[in-house]
């Protein structure tokens, strides 16, 4: 029994370790070799309620607690980081619906995306607004009885395959930041359109898109009062950091995994490599700076689930849980050689999936700042 969670937590992520292990990571390479969309996981991921896990049980999810839904990610990401992709930004989408807005909209999509029957996005992100969402361009203005949206996303995974997507927008661009209001597109609806998924290093099955958006959207479709969207969207970002520091657990303790079994095996002047003491140093660092993200993390996720306030803890928790996937993935095929450099084993997808974790959600340098003002305004 791990004593820092609960024997529920454990079964939980147990339950999810045997399905990753026996479902996702056997099609991985293949997925990122050929960078399909790995729909052909829906169903068993539904099945298992995992495209729910961050509901409650009145919308259509299973009601786990944050730290397991932690814990179901980090296993999902150590197997294929692609699908891990794919659900955490349905998550995002279904999260903002939950946070931001009322009841009747909830019902309309909820249970459908916790069943798994519709698969979400989240459209944020824009060409000139990556790091500073105040800063985008797409528009919200009352049409009839309902809004027109006007303007271009970027880099939005799920985006071009997703049912439905919730996209912010200004509606008061005298209110700065209070004048961005979220609204949900469905798939279908006239006058959005998503472009062919964007080439990317890593994360390749994990597919973005840019979205265009000249449409019109009904007043029901829109997210919370006028103005709340931002707000939201902060919200929103402070789960989704939570599991990407999870994700790069993930991908980090598979790659660690690897090099300590090939540590054991790799003989060099007829001695294992683990006899050697440089070898014994690297996975002395990589082993304490997992535990260290993963402590990180799981603070952050049991304040989420005490319903506080806990920015400043997942900003620590992804900065520091993307920073040290990069040089676990790193130090891992360093440990493996030339033989880590080649396509025949995961360390080097392994290193290009995790690079962009110091990317997005908030790029490392934008998790420096929130948690500086954190520290500077006393909060």
Same mark, same amino acid.
């Given at each position: 029994?791990?004593?820092?969670?609960?024997?529920?937590?454990?079964?939980?992520?147990?339950?999810?370790?045997?399905?990753?292990?026996?479902?996702?990571?056997?099609?991985? *390479?293949?997925?990122?070799?050929?960078?399909?969309?790995?729909?052909?996981?829906?169903?068993?991921?539904?099945?298992?309620?995992?495209?729910?896990?961050?509901?409650?049980?009145?919308?259509?999810?299973?009601?786990?607690?944050?730290?397991?839904?932690?814990?179901?990610?980090?296993?999902?990401?150590?197997?294929?980081?692609?699908?891990?992709?794919?659900?955490?930004?349905?998550?995002?989408?279904?999260?903002?619906?939950?946070?931001?807005?009322?009841?009747?909209?909830?019902?309309?999509?909820?249970?459908?995306?916790?069943?798994? #029957?519709?698969?979400?996005?989240?459209?944020?992100?824009?060409?000139?607004?990556?790091?500073?969402?105040?800063?985008?361009?797409?528009?919200?203005?009352?049409?009839?009885?309902?809004? =027109?949206?006007?303007?271009?996303?970027?880099?939005?995974?799920?985006?071009?395959?997703?049912?439905?997507?919730?996209?912010?927008?200004?509606?008061?661009?005298?209110?700065?930041?209070?004048?961005?209001?979220?609204?949900?597109? #469905?798939?279908?609806?006239?006058?959005?359109?998503?472009?062919?998924?964007?080439?990317?290093?890593?994360?390749?099955?994990?597919?973005?898109?840019?979205?265009?958006?000249?449409?019109?959207?009904?007043?029901?479709?829109?997210?919370?009062?006028?103005?709340?969207?931002?707000?939201?969207?902060?919200?929103?970002?402070?789960?989704?950091?939570?599991?990407?520091?999870?994700?790069?657990?993930?991908?980090?303790?598979?790659?660690?995994?690897?090099?300590?079994?090939? *540590?054991?095996?790799?003989?060099?002047?007829?001695?294992?490599?683990?006899?050697?003491?440089?070898?014994?140093?690297?996975?002395?660092?990589?082993?304490?700076?997992?535990?260290?993200?993963?402590?990180?993390?799981?603070?952050?996720?049991?304040?989420?689930?005490?319903?506080?306030?806990?920015?400043?803890?997942?900003?620590?928790?992804?900065?520091?849980?993307?920073?040290? *996937?990069?040089?676990?993935?790193?130090?891992?095929?360093?440990?493996?050689?030339?033989?880590?450099?080649?396509?025949?084993?995961?360390?080097?997808?392994?290193? =290009?999936?995790?690079?962009?974790?110091?990317?997005?959600?908030?790029?490392?340098?934008?998790?420096?700042?929130?948690?500086?003002?954190?520290?500077?305004?006393?909060?």
């Amino acid at each position: 029994m791990d004593p820092e969670f609960t024997e529920d937590e454990v079964l939980l992520k147990e339950t999810v370790r045997r399905f990753a292990q026996e479902v996702l990571a056997p099609r991985a *390479a293949a997925l990122d070799e050929t960078a399909a969309f790995p729909a052909e996981h829906l169903p068993k991921l539904a099945e298992l309620g995992i495209m729910g896990m961050n509901l409650p049980e009145r919308w259509g999810g299973p009601g786990i607690s944050a730290p397991a839904l932690m814990l179901a990610v980090e296993q999902i990401a150590g197997a294929c980081a692609a699908t891990a992709s794919m659900v955490t930004a349905h998550f995002l989408a279904s999260d903002a619906i939950l946070l931001g807005g009322e009841d009747g909209l909830r019902q309309r999509y909820l249970p459908a995306a916790a069943a798994g #029957d519709t698969l979400g996005a989240f459209a944020l992100t824009e060409p000139g607004a990556g790091s500073n969402p105040a800063d985008m361009r797409t528009t919200a203005r009352r049409e009839g009885a309902g809004y =027109r949206l006007e303007g271009v996303k970027h880099f939005i995974s799920n985006g071009g395959v997703a049912d439905f997507v919730v996209v912010f927008a200004v509606s008061d661009p005298a209110a700065g930041p209070r004048g961005i209001s979220a609204f949900v597109v #469905d798939r279908g609806t006239n006058g959005f359109a998503a472009g062919p998924p964007q080439p990317t290093m890593g994360l390749r099955a994990g597919q973005v898109f840019e979205l265009s958006f000249d449409c019109v959207v009904p007043e029901e479709n829109r997210i919370g009062p006028e103005g709340s969207g931002f707000k939201t969207a902060l919200r929103v970002l402070d789960n989704g950091r939570v599991e990407v520091a999870a994700m790069c657990l993930g991908i980090a303790q598979a790659a660690f995994d690897a090099a300590l079994a090939w *540590a054991k095996q790799r003989e060099v002047s007829n001695r294992p490599l683990a006899e050697y003491q440089g070898i014994q140093w690297m996975l002395a660092d990589m082993a304490t700076r997992l535990d260290a993200a993963r402590l990180l993390a799981l603070r952050a996720a049991r304040l989420r689930q005490a319903g506080v306030r806990f920015t400043k803890e997942a900003a620590m928790a992804k900065l520091f849980a993307s920073e040290m *996937a990069g040089m676990v993935s790193d130090l891992a095929l360093q440990v493996h050689g030339g033989y880590g450099y080649c396509r025949d084993l995961p360390l080097e997808r392994y290193l =290009r999936d995790v690079r962009i974790m110091r990317i997005y959600e908030g790029a490392s340098e934008v998790q420096r700042n929130i948690i500086a003002r954190a520290l500077l305004s006393g909060s």
